[in-house]
């Protein structure tokens, strides 16, 4: 792996010697370029702004059906028929060994087929970075659907072939699926969408998420899958939109940004860009791409030890783990294990519960709508901040209502209300948006490296909240989620402080903001007279005005 430059920031020289040539093509790259554009053509990342064009929209909702929505499906499909997978592991246990299974055992090994999901997930994340460089964008996504396929047979035939075995590995492999897929999707969208376009298509694949626990929910009802015969059809109806995925998934072109940055071929790049931005003028796309070419010229792709220790990136790295760390360990699964329990205390009848969880799935995906059709209006940190705030207020109005209930019954419909407000506010925002700012913080080189640190991450910290739970709160009570309320207030303070809106700006720009900001803490504090913020308090560019009589 080569040596990164002494940058101002990834890939941004020091000093204005100018850039040197970029590599040669490779044989059968070279292909005539459109003149220089006029107004108005769409680009991603450049200084002109595009429109959304058919190819760009049905690629996102493809690769969103496809791929995201898998992993809200299987956070979810296993709450429905948790009792007949019991029952059918005791009863192989039973035929195996002659006696069924303890009480203990039992809840183990559902447990191990509840959590593998989140090992697999956490597996597939640390595979990104080799599948991405080595495949491509379109490429992994393309491979990792065999997966699913794999994974769908070992479910399916796991009754008929009495093998509880069978539906742990399958979840296992669902998991590596959702591990790669959970950051290949984002990567992807954010290198083909314009730049004006990169925050509403950025969203669209937590809609999907959304749309995935909802259609679990639905499928889920005693009057369609619910039923003991049905489970492992329930489970495998995962190879229905991979198939479909696998199927379409050719007819689109690779990113643009990694044919020419990464593989130099700029004939490809090309043709990509004409094919999803909907013109034959792209010089201004190509040359945009070329300066960051340019830049990136003396770094070579950076592992993640290489993303840990370069100090240039030093800022975009700690956000990235602060905003992936905070998306699950504000406590969004434990509210979801949590739900049924709440729906009870508020006394609504047992046998209406699911119907009442389908109706928060509803709310779910409404908020996402809401966050994806706004968030090139407000901005990546409104959503953001907003949605941590709201989720931290609810979650100390759970604790509050949780304590008074049973001096206040009314105050059982309270914890309903925040239970949704919880549910809403993460969709809107935080459920997002962190993997937005993950492909928005980072140039081509560092990229990949930064979603294998944030997608890890995410699966860990998925994995750690729904193993201490159910301990966490068997020894505080209604307090523990108070603990959640912390997290979300001090994320949402972090990102209120630090993180730039990245809004309509290249990924060179973005860039640019981080290293002014490096720049502005290397000064001693008597030097620094006045910080202008732009917006909402993180610096800008041009933030920093020096008081001429504070100099010594």
């Not at 020091?14 to 590599?23: A, E, I, V, W």
């Not at 070579?300 to 993303?307: F, I, T, Y």
């Not at 119907?355 to 059709?373: K, M, R, S």
């Not at 409104?382 to 304590?403: N, R, W, Y």
Request: hydrophobic content about 45%; proline content about 7%.
């Amino acid at each position: 792996m080569g040596k990164t430059s002494q940058a101002a920031g990834p890939g941004l020289p020091s000093s204005p010697s100018p850039p040197p040539p970029p590599p040669p093509s490779s044989p059968g790259s070279s292909c005539s370029l459109a003149p220089t554009v006029g107004k108005g053509t769409p680009q991603p990342g450049g200084d002109i702004t595009g429109h959304l064009t058919f190819p760009l929209l049905s690629v996102t909702f493809l690769v969103s059906f496809g791929s995201s929505m898998l992993y809200g499906y299987n956070l979810a499909v296993v709450n429905s028929p948790a009792a007949h997978i019991k029952a059918f592991y005791n009863a192989t246990w039973s035929q195996r060994y002659g006696h069924g299974l303890a009480s203990g055992s039992l809840t183990l090994l559902y447990s191990l087929t509840v959590s593998i999901f989140a090992v697999g997930g956490l597996v597939g994340s640390l595979l990104v970075g080799v599948l991405v460089e080595r495949y491509g964008r379109k490429g992994t996504l393309s491979r990792s659907a065999l997966l699913v396929l794999l994974a769908g047979g070992f479910m399916s035939f796991s009754r008929e072939l009495g093998s509880p075995e069978m539906v742990i590995i399958g979840r296992s492999i669902t998991g590596l699926h959702s591990g790669i897929c959970l950051s290949v999707v984002p990567l992807y969208l954010g290198e083909i969408a314009p730049k004006n376009l990169r925050g509403f298509l950025g969203l669209v694949p937590s809609i999907f998420i959304c749309l995935g626990v909802f259609f679990a929910q639905v499928l889920g009802l005693p009057e369609l899958l619910g039923e003991d015969r049905f489970w492992p059809l329930f489970l495998s109806v995962v190879v229905i939109p991979t198939s479909l995925q696998l199927l379409l998934l050719h007819c689109f072109p690779e990113s643009p940004r990694y044919l020419l940055i990464e593989r130099n071929d700029v004939c490809k790049a090309t043709e990509a860009l004409h094919r999803f931005l909907g013109t034959p003028d792209v010089q201004d796309v190509i040359e945009e791409m070329k300066e960051e070419q340019r830049s990136l010229s003396s770094v070579e792709m950076v592992s993640v030890c290489q993303l840990l220790r370069d100090r240039s990136v030093r800022w975009q790295t700690l956000s990235v783990v602060v905003v992936n760390a905070g998306m699950q360990l504000s406590g969004i699964d434990a509210i979801w294990f949590y739900t049924n329990t709440i729906f009870e205390n508020a006394g609504i009848p047992v046998a209406q519960i699911p119907y009442t969880t389908v109706g928060t799935g509803a709310i779910e995906v409404v908020a996402g709508l809401i966050g994806c059709f706004t968030i090139e209006k407000l901005g990546r940190r409104p959503l953001i901040i907003t949605g941590f705030c709201a989720m931290g207020i609810c979650s100390a109005g759970i604790t509050v209502s949780l304590l008074l209930q049973t001096d206040l019954p009314w105050m059982r419909y309270v914890s309903v209300v925040c239970v949704v407000g919880i549910i809403a506010g993460f969709c809107m925002g935080p459920a997002g948006v962190p993997f937005l700012m993950t492909a928005e913080l980072f140039t081509q080189s560092h990229r990949p490296a930064a979603y294998i640190v944030g997608g890890s991450l995410n699966w860990f910290c998925n994995f750690t909240i729904g193993f201490i739970f159910p301990f966490l709160q068997m020894s505080a009570g209604a307090f523990c989620y108070l603990v959640f309320c912390g997290v979300c207030l001090l994320v949402a303070l972090y990102v209120y402080i630090i993180i730039p809106e990245t809004k309509n700006k290249t990924f060179m720009e973005i860039s640019h903001i981080f290293a002014t900001r490096r720049s502005l803490l290397s000064l001693p504090a008597h030097l620094i007279g006045m910080m202008k913020l732009d917006g909402y308090g993180a610096l800008e560019s041009s933030s920093l005005e020096v008081s001429g009589s504070s100099l010594p």
